[in-house]
């Protein structure tokens, strides 16, 4: 026989062992515990493994006068589902992850059916669940087979826009699973907690509706009665008989929601500051360069009075998300006001002074005068700058403060160039290294030769503490080099904010190299993890620290959305604002959560690249092993409820279904980006990258 029946034993749904979660699995004691409530559930029994002594008959002859009960004498079919200890609990669904059968008739059939059942809990690769229990160890449940007239999921809150007051049910004709397996979208309702019709799609005639308004209030009433039986929101299956009567069959907790913005979070974006710090920045190069980039935009915006005070204690303009740079936009005027028509008729708006200021000529007037002094200042501090070698530990700590006031007035002033003074010719610095780069290589001198000839080739190159990669191996058509001298103001500006970097950086290697040779520190790795008091504490002459050895670097992270706010738990939320999302690149379908994600598009066909965004037509369970590490998942077809979905949230992959023809609009080997929260897919914008090349 091979299914071992003679080891399991019988608990009727309507017995009181049965709600016990740890004896007959999280789904079968749901449903007992609902049966026992009064909702609408299906009779049936759960087999159980009897060793240890369960307390209750077990063996064939119990199993097969359970099953003949049920079946009845005219050979009712049943449904035979695993109710395994790992799924439909508060931390994971694993939807779909092990076997249901359908329709199962005769004895036989059901003997096949519970041998399947308990097989794949030994087949089920489940991510963060390896060692799933032994077929031995998972309950099985069994209950009659409903022969349904319209089936679907009904969710007691609304897991992607995360709202409590509404209700979402998908349903098809027939039953859940064809729905729950990925193969249809099906219609989807949003409701509210009081049975109004907030919207469907697709679009349904009255008359035509698959859920009218009596069905649509037996579901609601259903879905709250469930609520205040478990405590919480449920994720429900559920079906009406071709006698329309309503029966639920599966209850359990929704396991992820889509993450949403903080209540008044601020809007952010790395589109300011990315060509600055395009990548993982560790915590010593954050306070290093972006602390004073951060203190030199308050000054500038102190200075034309476009920010009250109140809100530059408060609010920096520039800070890190997951290491990465991302810049406050209003703060900075990179996105319109949310209340342009207040700002109209508001007479203290400081944009008016300054504009006042720029007529009067003030600050058009003294700028150029100040940075041109401060230019020069910085270049003679720079020229006097001692090898770092010959440096002791507290000439570098005078340097490294030094670097970082300097860079507080290089920033303010850099920023005030660029919005009051209107600099827009006279090249720029990456050109003129550009420039000195070509006809350098023409007289075939080495780039390390003339990157130490030729500073302004460090424009080339983004501010880090490791040392300098090599220079880019495409130069382009340049013009001839005219010497930093003729650069704009801004551009000098920007110039002399590289070279303190770079000063600063070439300190902290030494200072690492000495800490290593030492014995202190295993390297520039290891220093980079810490915070600039406690450099300065090691530059003073404080002792290494232990815990310090337990610090690991900041590990590479996706690119932050274009626009976005910060979860309560200070995760990006993709935002649209503005005509974000109307390219017609980009396509729209239904997200299902995950948040935004960056990647290479795979339909799983060859080696898997990596960040990939899995591209498909259906949301097949079977892809669940393939969720890990992924960066999105766009679908054809499929409901935002279907198991792939939900696990898709679980493990916070950026998931878009109902994408018409996904496969054929984004190829393999595309960079798309997935939003999951506004449903929308599309191509990386690579205009930035194109125009730095």
């Keep these: 026989m091979g299914v071992g029946l003679e080891r399991l034993a019988v608990v009727p749904l309507d017995a009181e062992a049965a709600r016990d979660r740890s004896l007959t699995g999280p789904k079968a004691a749901n449903l007992a515990r609902a049966a026992a409530a009064g909702l609408p559930v299906l009779p049936g029994f759960a087999l159980v493994p009897a060793e240890p002594p369960s307390g209750h008959p077990y063996g064939l002859s119990v199993v097969r006068e359970a099953w003949r009960e049920l079946a009845g004498t005219d050979g009712r079919p049943l449904v035979v589902r695993s109710s395994s200890a790992h799924e439909d609990t508060t931390d994971s669904s694993m939807a779909g992850l092990f076997a249901s059968e359908l329709d199962v008739r005769g004895w036989d059939g059901f003997l096949a059916a519970v041998g399947k059942v308990l097989d794949s809990s030994r087949r089920a690769r489940a991510p963060g669940h390896a060692g799933a229990e032994a077929s031995g160890g998972m309950a099985v449940l069994v209950q009659p087979m409903v022969r349904t007239a319209v089936g679907g999921v009904m969710f ?184 342009p028509l207040l700002d109209f008729v508001n007479p203290l708006p400081g944009a008016r002074r300054a504009a006042a200021a720029w007529r009067v000529g003030r600050l058009r007037s003294t700028l150029p005068l100040l940075a041109v002094d401060l230019m020069a200042d910085v270049d003679r501090e720079l020229a006097q700058v001692p090898c770092p070698r010959e440096m002791l530990s507290g000439q570098i700590l005078a340097a490294l403060t030094w670097g970082r006031s300097v860079l507080s007035a290089l920033h303010a002033q850099e920023s005030l160039a660029g919005s009051l003074s209107g600099q827009g010719g006279g090249g720029t610095a990456v050109g003129e290294a550009l420039a000195v780069l070509a006809e350098g290589r023409a007289q075939g001198t080495p780039d390390a030769e003339l990157l130490t000839r030729h500073p302004v080739l460090l424009s080339l190159l983004p501010p880090s503490l490791e040392r300098p990669h090599g220079l880019s191996r495409r130069t382009g058509w340049t013009g001839a080099p005219r010497g930093v001298e003729t650069l704009p103001v801004r551009e000098g500006l920007r110039l002399r904010i590289r070279w303190v970097q770079e000063m600063q950086a070439s300190l902290v290697r030494e200072y690492a190299d000495r800490l290593r040779a030492a014995g202190r520190c295993d390297g520039l790795s290891r220093l980079s993890t810490l915070r600039w008091p406690e450099l300065a504490d090691l530059l003073g002459g404080a002792p290494w620290t232990p815990g310090f050895d337990t610090r690991e670097p900041r590990p590479q992270s996706p690119p932050l959305p274009a626009v976005f706010r910060l979860s309560p738990d200070g995760l990006p939320v993709a935002a649209p604002v503005g005509d974000r999302g109307r390219d017609d690149d980009r396509v729209t379908g239904q997200g299902a959560g995950g948040g935004y994600g960056t990647g290479t598009a795979w339909h799983r066909r060859g080696p898997r690249p990596g960040h990939a965004v899995l591209v498909v037509r259906t949301l097949d369970p079977a892809l669940a092993a393939e969720l890990p590490e992924l960066s999105g998942l766009v679908a054809e077809t499929g409901s935002v409820l279907s198991h792939l979905a939900v696990l898709a949230r679980e493990y916070n992959v950026p998931t878009v279904v109902g994408v018409p023809n996904a496969v054929e609009r984004f190829p393999q080997g595309c960079e798309l980006t997935v939003d999951g929260t506004g449903g929308t897919v599309g191509p990386v914008d690579t205009g930035a990258e194109e125009d730095a090349a």
Excluded: C, N
């Excluded at 907030?198 to 698959?210: F, G, I, K, Q, T």
């Excluded at 069905?215 to 994720?235: H, M």
């Excluded at 903080?262 to 306070?287: C, I, K, S």
């Excluded at 005070?309 to 703060?331: F, H, I, M, Q, S």
């Design 156 to 339: 007691g809150a609304d897991p992607v826009a995360v709202r409590a007051d509404r209700i979402l049910v998908s349903a098809v004709r027939g039953g859940p699973q064809q729905l729950l397996a990925g193969r249809v979208q099906g219609v989807r309702y949003q409701l509210t907690r009081h049975g109004r019709l907030l919207a469907s799609e697709p679009r349904e005639h009255r008359r035509d509706r698959l859920l009218g308004q009596r069905r649509t209030w037996r579901l609601v009433r259903l879905a709250r009665k469930a609520e205040r039986v478990f405590g919480g929101p449920q994720d429900m299956e559920f079906g009406f008989d071709t006698a329309d009567t309503l029966w639920l069959f599966q209850a359990r907790p929704i396991t992820a929601t889509a993450r949403v913005a903080a209540r008044g979070a601020r809007l952010l974006g790395p589109g300011p500051v990315a060509e600055t710090f395009p990548g993982v920045l560790q915590p010593l190069e954050e306070d290093l360069w972006l602390a004073p980039m951060s203190h030199g935009l308050t000054l500038a915006l102190d200075s034309v009075g476009t920010t009250p005070r109140r809100v530059l204690r408060t609010v920096p303009p520039v800070t890190t998300v997951a290491g990465r740079a991302a810049a406050d936009l209003r703060l900075l005027g990179a996105v319109p006001s949310a209340h």
